[in-house]
Each structure stands twice: as structure tokens, then as C-alpha cells.
């Protein structure tokens, strides 16, 4: 890995992964109802500091999609093989999710498929993939651009949980005290 990503404009570069992510998310977010799409993207009972984070963590995001767009995938090394992994199994854990959010019956939280064991999987399987496309360029920036990007938008998921705490009361508090948040590194509130 160095540090800095080899940029370049041919069809070995990270267009290639990014394509696929928004495919695949595009193809999942039609598929779901409009409710539930609201759902996902609402931020009612943020407060202001939450969404000064938000927007930051956003152009920092695009930071790091524009050097994933230029950067060579680097085929011929250990680093992409690894990434790619990541990438898939996050793909795959983000699409999952998706689904299961859309089979809660309305008025509930998703607890519900990977919801049993993460209160964000979505969340996860999106760092996932990105942790693993920016592997998949050996370039130890776009993973540095990532890891500040993951750690503001946590504060995004906190503003989510106060969010459901105060839609769905007790039931949720007794979620949160049994499902970590981030599969099994972060417990409670």
C-alpha cells in the first residue's frame, strides 16, 4: 500500500466498483416503497450541530469518491483481492439490510434479519464496501478519507437512534440494551 492512490483514467480504475455499488443500490432503492425510502433519509429531531456533521462527513465522502473514481485498481496485488472481498461481503450485507428494513411493518423498528445483530448494518455494509474499494487501490489516503468520514457520520447514526428512542419509546430502549450497534463493538446507548 502507499500512501497516496495511483491516479489514471482506463477501465482497471475504481469507476469500475463505484458502477457497481450504485447499480446495485439504485436497482435495491427502486425496488423498495416510497415509505419506506422516506424512512430511511428522514431527519426530523436532528438538531443543527448534527447537520453541519452530516454535511462535512458528505464532502468529505465526495472527496473520497472522486479519488476512488481516478484511482487504479491495483490487480496485481495482494491489497485487491483482500478489498474486493470486503467489497462484496459489504455489498452483500448492505443490499440484506435494505430488505429487511422494508419488512418491518409500519409503525415498528427494524429489529428484524441483521437487525438482530447490528442496529446499523446498512451502516456497516457500506463502510465495508468502501473500506474494501479503497483497499482494492492500495492507497492508505482513501482509507484515511473513509475512517474520518465513518467517524463523523457516527454521530449521524446517534441523531438516528434519539430519533427512534422518541418514536418508539420502550421498545426500542430494550433494542438498543440487547443489539450492539455496530455488530458487537458498541453495546447500548
Same mark, same amino acid.
Given at each position: 500500500?502507499?500512501?497516496?492512490?495511483?491516479?489514471?483514467?482506463?477501465?482497471?480504475?475504481?469507476?469500475?466498483?463505484?458502477?457497481?455499488?450504485?447499480?446495485?443500490?439504485?436497482?435495491?432503492?427502486?425496488?423498495?416503497?416510497?415509505?419506506?425510502?422516506?424512512?430511511?433519509?428522514?431527519?426530523?429531531?436532528?438538531?443543527?450541530?448534527?447537520?453541519?456533521?452530516?454535511?462535512?462527513?458528505?464532502?468529505?465522502?465526495?472527496?473520497?469518491?472522486?479519488?476512488?473514481?481516478?484511482?487504479?485498481? /491495483?490487480?496485481?496485488?495482494?491489497?485487491? +483481492? %483482500? *478489498? $474486493?472481498?470486503?467489497?462484496? #461481503? =459489504?455489498?452483500?450485507?448492505?443490499?440484506?439490510?435494505?430488505?429487511?428494513?422494508?419488512?418491518?411493518?409500519?409503525?415498528?423498528?427494524?429489529?428484524?434479519?441483521?437487525? /438482530?445483530?447490528?442496529?446499523?448494518?446498512? +451502516? %456497516? *455494509? $457500506?463502510?465495508?464496501?468502501? #473500506? =474494501?474499494?479503497?483497499?482494492?487501490?492500495?492507497?492508505?489516503?482513501?482509507?484515511?478519507?473513509?475512517?474520518?468520514?465513518?467517524?463523523?457520520?457516527?454521530?449521524?447514526?446517534?441523531?438516528?437512534?434519539?430519533?427512534?428512542?422518541?418514536?418508539?419509546?420502550?421498545?426500542?430502549? =430494550?433494542?438498543?440494551?440487547?443489539?450492539?450497534?455496530?455488530?458487537?463493538?458498541?453495546?447500548?446507548?
Amino acid at each position: 500500500m502507499t500512501f497516496f492512490p495511483e491516479f489514471s483514467v482506463g477501465w482497471l480504475d475504481g469507476w469500475l466498483l463505484l458502477l457497481v455499488w450504485l447499480a446495485v443500490f439504485g436497482f435495491t432503492i427502486k425496488l423498495l416503497p416510497k415509505d419506506v425510502v422516506r424512512k430511511l433519509y428522514d431527519e426530523s429531531g436532528w438538531t443543527p450541530a448534527q447537520r453541519t456533521l452530516t454535511r462535512i462527513a458528505k464532502v468529505l465522502s465526495l472527496v473520497m469518491l472522486v479519488g476512488l473514481l481516478f484511482s487504479r485498481l /491495483r490487480v496485481d496485488a495482494v491489497v485487491f +483481492w %483482500v *478489498g $474486493l472481498a470486503l467489497y462484496v #461481503l =459489504g455489498l452483500g450485507v448492505l443490499v440484506v439490510a435494505l430488505v429487511h428494513f422494508a419488512q418491518m411493518p409500519e409503525g415498528k423498528p427494524a429489529t428484524n434479519g441483521l437487525y /438482530r445483530y447490528s442496529r446499523n448494518p446498512q +451502516w %456497516v *455494509g $457500506l463502510v465495508m464496501l468502501f #473500506l =474494501g474499494a479503497t483497499f482494492a487501490t492500495g492507497s492508505w489516503l482513501l482509507v484515511l478519507l473513509l475512517a474520518v468520514t465513518a467517524v463523523i457520520y457516527h454521530f449521524r447514526i446517534l441523531a438516528e437512534e434519539r430519533s427512534c428512542l422518541a418514536l418508539y419509546g420502550e421498545s426500542f430502549e =430494550g433494542y438498543m440494551k440487547r443489539v450492539p450497534r455496530y455488530f458487537g463493538l458498541v453495546r447500548g446507548g
